[in-house]
């Protein structure tokens, strides 16, 4: 049970290390744009490989799988509409500034973007298996860039650095105790209880990368982020298959 929040908190510990980054490395706009895009091609493997494969298997043709995709997408979509009319519509955007006003619907949006991920990796655990290792690369990988765009923006916004590592180190607590969530809730559940819940955080995750992270990408990596998307792609089907 421990164990799913330590690696639920590891995953989400590269939003400190992304914060902390940006502190001390000046990082371009187009070299952030194009993480971004490495970022996106690795959940995207993520959602095939780890979520959607396993889901359809434990569905048994019962639907579940394809419910859970479409009820993900759209709460997900709900949320996000919420939260960018509280003004965190540019939480991940490149080059954006965020003032103090702005403390609470970007943390929203950081969180409502980790939480999905958190608790698929608590799934990963669930009887006696060890971590999914692909799933917590991609959620490590795809995180950084997420913390680098926001740090940037809250830095220029006017938050001290003392304050933005609080945030970073708060968003990891709350994703580690959605990945134990993951494990103690639905440690009895049913195949198909899985597989719904799997694939609404697919359906999550899918939504996420399209409306945020992917536009981000090709505005600042230019061409050259598609290749690193699949670049992002062919790495995680590496750990997730051989």
Known sequence: MTSSFLWGLLAASSLLVGGLLTFFVKIGNRM???????????LISAVAFELAHEAIILSE???????????????FFAGDVM??????????????????????????????DGIPESIVIGLSMLGGQTVSISMLIAVFIS????????????????????????????????????????YMFFENASHSTLAFIQMFAGGAILVMLADTMIPEAFQHGGKWAGIVTVLGFAVAVYFSVI
């Open 32 to 42: 952030l744009g194009l993480i971004m895009a490495f970022g996106s091609g690795v």
């Open 143 to 182: 995180n950084i860039p997420e913390a680098i765009a926001a740090t940037s923006g809250l830095a220029s916004g006017g938050w001290n650095r003392w304050r933005i590592t609080g945030l970073w180190v708060l968003v990891s607590v709350v994703c580690g105790l959605a990945s134990l969530a993951g």
């Open 61 to 75: 043709g019962s639907g579940m799988a394809t419910l859970g995709l479409f009820t993900g997408a759209i709460v």
């Open 83 to 112: 939260i960018d009319r509280m003004g965190g519509k540019k939480r991940k955007a490149i080059g954006a500034s965020h003032g103090s006003e702005l403390g609470l619907p970007v943390t929203l949006g950081i969180v409502l």
